[in-house]
């Protein structure tokens, strides 16, 4: 299995992107998606996430900007960012939890996609 991050780069305070990160291989079936951000010096926090059913969950920091979405079909979630600010710079990780016959139920990670917002 493998989950491939894109869509990162660099925007002003007030721009908008998209993130996308796609799962790859023998899936058979995925759980709830997320995404993470860690900037430099900090830990690793969690930004939104989204259950199979489309119950969404977003940080307070994010709130009213950030939106996750989910296409099951391609085993696919996004993450669509308005109105940013520079303290949303950091690596973006996508995390989805994943049933293979191989491994059953666990945890995956992409490998980050860097987002940098500043003027």
């Known amino acids: 299995v493998q989950l491939q991050a894109s869509g990162g780069g660099l925007v002003q305070p007030g721009g908008s992107l998209r993130l996308s990160c796609a799962g790859s291989?023998?899936?058979?079936?995925?759980?709830?998606w997320a995404w993470y951000r860690q900037a430099p010096g900090k830990q690793r926090e969690l930004v939104a996430d989204i259950t199979w059913g489309g119950s969404t969950n977003y940080s307070a920091s994010v709130k009213g900007r950030f939106t996750i979405s989910r296409d099951n079909a391609k085993n696919t979630v996004y993450l669509q960012m308005n109105s940013l600010k520079p303290e949303d710079t950091a690596v973006y990780y996508c995390?989805?939890?994943?049933?293979?016959?191989?491994?059953?139920?666990?945890?995956?990670w992409g490998q980050g996609t860097q987002v940098t917002v500043s003027s």
């Open positions: 995390n989805a939890e994943i049933y293979t016959s191989l491994t059953g139920w666990r945890y995956w």
């Open positions: 291989g023998p899936i058979n079936s995925i759980n709830t």
